[in-house]
């Protein structure tokens, strides 16, 4: 819980301008693993490595939250809602 850095894992619209292992804020000590390496954007270490950004088609989710997450996470909302919801 708290800030942690989240390493990019594919090139998605939702990290334009957003630089590789930006702090996000982190709320839960939970996560899921999802059954398919190939929805996982974004990954981060506590300590082990671990999905916190899911995303397939125009459906996307994050294990921290974007709105306590300061300028990366308000980047990351912008992001949303521009994209078109194709990459």
Do not use: L, R
């Given at each position: 819980m708290g800030w942690n850095t989240v390493r990019q894992c594919q090139k998605h619209p939702l990290f334009k301008d957003l630089k590789d292992n930006a702090h996000f804020y982190f709320v839960h000590s939970y996560y899921f693993a999802p059954n398919h390496q190939n929805i996982i954007l974004g990954e981060s270490d506590y300590p082990t490595?671990?999905?916190?950004?899911?995303g397939k088609d125009n459906v996307f989710a994050t294990q921290f939250?974007?709105?306590?997450?300061?300028?990366n996470g308000l980047l990351l909302l912008k992001?949303?809602?521009e994209w078109n919801g194709k990459e």
């Open positions: 490595p671990f999905a916190c950004i899911v939250h974007t709105e306590k997450s300061g300028d992001n949303f809602i």
